[in-house]
């Protein structure tokens, strides 16, 4: 088991809070993994084993406990010094009934320190979230970053253009990652693919037209880092010989994002500081994923990279928009309470137009937040207090000022 220091550290900094941990993420990228390596440090601790209570919903043992009563009478079984600390550690606790109801319960009758995974975001909004509002804290887990995927391959940064190129082709799963024969990589990704789009999309959000669901994705994936609308989508699909209206595209989208597959970003207004509702940006969370649906694609670098750098500011916490400036657009406009950054990503800048192209929207923004132009060139094109970075040195997290 290949720890992910950056992910468990957050869950030790909220250990023994009052606070439910609930981590969450795209199924496969981390989670369950995570849990084992908290249940692991909690053992080294000189917790006891008995104190530390793990079911997880994805196992055929622990089925039965997905009925509320079962779940409290094994709980209370378990739970044999009322007075110590028990570690309460649930996979996948969208399976429980009424889980937020049945959770808040168990932590206000039993001495427990609660961490629970799910793989929907639906379930972790709006009336679920009701018994527990201001008494959790999210840790969101993403597939593998670029570093991370390194690490389970096994590279050194001597070898970050070869990884860089498999992290395109391979994906950033796990599982994907540390297979390192080519066909079992394929399959990996195909079952990954089947699982989440089949089980977390389809089955329960109860898509009807599973051909007609493909299509739109297939078409979204192929415009990553566009501008998107229902309704064009729609009328793509139309003229491609399917129907769908605006409101089925619009489920499909948030069936994808509730299930962690694509991430909407809003467009932000930099002078009246707004956020904007159309026409916003969709990016997808695993290049694995896009490549099984639309097959891999090296014309389309630019956008694939500006996806990389999005899911990079993701893991770094940010809240990501894409800035408008009048007619100029700021790919991303990212923010951390008091913190906000600019950013502009680029294949390459060597020729002078698409230079200025890209610093134009730099050039009107007058406040003094730190703006970052993000190629994949080697040559240091920082100028006028704009700051240039190398694509690899940005996803490997070398601070450049």
Not at 156 to 164: H, Q, T
């Amino acid at each position: 088991m290949i720890e992910r220091p950056y992910y468990l550290n957050q869950l030790l900094r909220a250990k023994d809070t009052d606070f439910i941990k609930i981590i969450t993420g795209i199924r496969r990228s981390g989670k369950s993994t995570l849990l084992e390596m908290l249940k692991k440090h909690l053992l080294t601790q000189g917790v006891p084993e008995n104190h530390v209570i793990h079911i997880s919903y994805e196992q055929i043992p622990w089925f039965p406990l997905e009925k509320a009563e079962t779940l409290y009478a094994y709980i209370k079984e378990h739970i044999t010094e009322p007075a110590h600390r028990y570690y309460l550690l649930i996979d996948e606790v969208q399976e429980l009934e009424e889980w937020a109801k049945v959770i808040n319960g168990l932590k206000a009758t039993f001495p427990l320190d609660i961490y629970i995974t799910g793989s929907n975001s639906r379930l972790f909004s709006g009336e679920y979230l009701t018994y527990i509002t201001g008494r959790y804290i999210e840790i969101k887990v993403y597939p593998l970053s670029l570093s991370e995927f390194m690490t389970f391959r096994g590279y050194d940064e001597s070898n970050v253009a070869k990884a860089f190129n498999e992290y395109l082709t391979i994906g950033s799963f796990p599982a994907a990652a540390v297979a390192k024969d080519p066909e079992l990589t394929e399959i990996i990704n195909s079952g990954l693919f089947d699982s989440i789009f089949a089980r977390d999309i389809i089955i329960r959000g109860g898509i009807r037209n599973e051909g007609v669901f493909l299509k739109a994705a297939k078409f979204i994936m192929e415009n990553i880092g566009n501008p998107l609308s229902v309704s064009a989508i729609s009328r793509t699909l139309k003229s491609q010989g399917s129907s769908a209206s605006a409101d089925t595209i619009d489920n499909y989208l948030t069936q994808m994002v509730n299930a962690y597959v694509l991430y909407q970003c809003e467009r932000y207004d930099i002078r009246g500081k707004e956020r904007l509702r159309t026409n916003g940006k969709y990016y997808v969370a695993d290049l694995g994923l896009r490549n099984r649906l639309i097959g891999y694609r090296r014309e389309n670098l630019g956008h694939v990279i500006e996806n990389l750098v999005y899911l990079e500011l993701l893991r770094r916490g940010y809240t990501i928009s894409t800035g408008l400036y009048n007619s100029l657009e700021v790919d991303f406009v990212a923010q951390k309470g008091t913190d906000i950054r600019y950013y502009q990503v680029s294949l390459s800048v060597m020729e002078e137009t698409v230079l200025a192209r890209e610093l134009a929207p730099f050039q009107k923004i007058t406040d003094n937040f730190p703006k970052y132009l993000i190629t994949m060139d080697t040559i240091d094109f920082s100028q006028n207090g704009i700051i240039h970075q190398n694509l690899y040195d940005f996803l490997l997290g070398k601070n450049k000022q």
